[in-house]
């Protein structure tokens, strides 16, 4: 659980919140806050995964500083979210990698590509690297079939597992049963709320960020990026089932299914990056935990790596350049699994956990947002 300190304090202004109630509109929080006459450790930790940082509690609250009662519920439920994840990720050694994480994704992402470099040269030779590609199947002259799959299935397993550990720590941490794990309502509900971003909608008008006004860019962008992953793992699922079924070798032709595919999801991933880090860059300092925002853009960063590194491959995958562009995006894919347990990315399973929760004490209470 997190410090304490911080729950002593997130208790505090969850309090004079509910005793407010100004700002209940605004998301699935301030509903689930008022079912509530106390807050323990459980419950603030419930609350804190389920705020989508939108921000407009803070604009529209009359108690922030330099107010006495000093309230800026985003930043310390962001605070106990950021604890959250150290604390619910397993392994705990590897879990205290969400402190200090830039410098950390940095020496990952260094480490990675230097190891499949230099694998790819040992290995295959430094002409397979360096040179001019074959015609066909160049891609696997490099690094060969078994040598890309196999790894990448190994680190998906580890991050699937890492996070869906730490998110069923957290659901029954927050007294949540296996049995409220099958609820189908429930789960349909809380899915739709995921995939739309119901809760980046500041009540109607828009997310307050990066500033007082409201405005619905965060969201779109948000979904952008869930897009452009989608297309990436349908290209990633679909040049799979060329190569296994249909004995068809990357790199495929550009107006083939997975390229373009995934050119089109590179391309969303890119945009949406380039996006969120524009906001971020003139969002307001104030409502935010300040270790977070580097968590945020240690994930922002690699994500641009892995698209752009891909798209450049696919550009140059006929020259000379090919061998070690591809050894670089194998490497930065790499990294990011390796990461993406101990990134931004967990708040993926937290908050969803957490809006399968909300979805169920509404139903019961028979009250929602």
């Not at 495929?252 to 969303?268: E, Q, R």
């Not at 590194?309 to 790499?334: E, F, K, N, Q, Y």
Request: charged content about 15%; hydrophobic content about 50%.
């Amino acid at each position: 659980m997190p410090s304490p300190e911080l729950i002593q304090e997130a208790e505090r202004q969850l309090t004079i919140c509910n005793a407010c109630r100004y700002c209940e509109g605004y998301c699935a929080v301030f509903p689930a806050m008022e079912l509530r006459r106390r807050f323990d450790e459980r419950d603030i930790v419930y609350l804190a995964n389920l705020c989508f940082e939108c921000r407009a509690c803070y604009y529209a609250c009359p108690f922030t500083p330099p107010h006495d009662y000093q309230l800026n519920i985003p930043q310390v439920l962001a605070e106990v979210r950021l604890q959250t994840y150290a604390e619910y990720t397993p392994p705990r050694v590897l879990s205290r990698l969400f402190r200090g994480n830039g410098r950390l994704v940095a020496f990952a992402v260094a480490a990675c590509v230097l190891l499949v470099l230099l694998a790819a040269v040992a290995v295959q030779g430094s002409d397979a690297v360096f040179g001019e590609p074959a015609a066909e199947g160049s891609f696997y002259q490099v690094v060969p079939y078994l040598a890309m799959t196999l790894p990448a299935l190994a680190l998906s397993g580890y991050w699937i597992w890492a996070l869906l550990a730490g998110g069923l720590r957290f659901w029954r941490s927050t007294r949540g049963s296996l049995g409220d794990l099958v609820d189908g309502p429930s789960l349909s509900k809380a899915t739709k709320d995921a995939f739309g971003l119901e809760y980046l909608k500041g009540g109607g008008e828009g997310c307050t960020y990066p500033d007082e006004r409201p405005s619905a860019s965060r969201r779109w962008l948000h979904q952008a990026l869930v897009a452009g992953i989608l297309l990436d793992f349908a290209s990633t699922t679909v040049a799979a089932v060329y190569h296994n079924f249909l004995g068809e070798d990357a790199p495929y032709p550009y107006l083939s299914l997975p390229v373009v595919l995934g050119t089109a999801g590179g391309a969303l991933i890119v945009g949406a990056v380039l996006g969120l880090a524009w906001l971020k860059l003139r969002a307001d300092p104030l409502p935010a935990y300040r270790r977070m925002l580097g968590l945020d853009w240690a994930f922002l960063w690699l994500l641009l790596l892995t698209a752009a590194t891909g798209l450049v491959l696919l550009a140059l995958r006929d020259t000379s350049a090919m061998g070690a562009l591809l050894t670089v995006h194998l490497g930065i894919v790499a990294a990011l699994y390796l990461a993406l347990p101990y990134s931004k990315f967990a708040h993926v399973v937290y908050r969803y956990a957490a809006l399968v929760r909300y979805r169920i004490e509404t139903a019961r209470q028979g009250r929602a947002v």
